[in-house]
């Protein structure tokens, strides 16, 4: 879903961009060229992104974890919004976060999935160890 909102804010930043270029040519107004090279970077911006993730779905560059692990809440130690799930030495950063117990002391039977590239969180899923789902990022099919 967020790819989606990523194609469409940025093709209306092309858009935007294409009214701002005609009214500069008109006008010649100094204002009219500046908003027009904003939502020129507005656009390359969110439409290179939208491709990257399109990109990486369509080719399946994911890569899936699953196994034991125990979430971390990093809001308090850095000053972010994040939690860090924590399978054994490996670690992935994540800014879904969770209404469960916190801390190594607390495991979970997870499944994580994120881009091969990136290494952004695209979904993760919690669950107890006889299998009942306790958080998800997915959406409900």
Request: aromatic fraction near 12%; hydrophobic fraction near 40%; charged fraction near 25%.
């Amino acid at each position: 879903m967020e790819v989606v909102f990523y194609w469409l804010i940025g093709l209306l930043c092309l858009g935007s961009l294409v009214i701002y270029w005609m009214d500069w040519r008109k006008t010649r107004n100094r204002v009219k060229l500046g908003q027009a090279v904003l939502a020129g970077i507005a656009s390359i911006v969110l439409v290179g992104m939208a491709g990257m993730e399109t990109y990486d779905r369509m080719t399946t560059n994911y890569i899936v974890e699953t196994g034991e692990c125990y979430v971390v809440d990093d809001r308090s130690s850095k000053g972010s919004s994040n939690v860090t799930l924590w399978f054994g030495k490996r670690s992935y950063g994540f800014k879904e976060i969770p209404d469960v117990t916190y801390g190594p002391g607390y495991v979970f039977t997870c499944r994580a999935t994120m881009t091969k590239q990136m290494q952004s969180g695209i979904d993760y899923e919690l669950r107890t160890r006889d299998g009942e789902l306790l958080y998800s990022t997915k959406l409900e099919d």
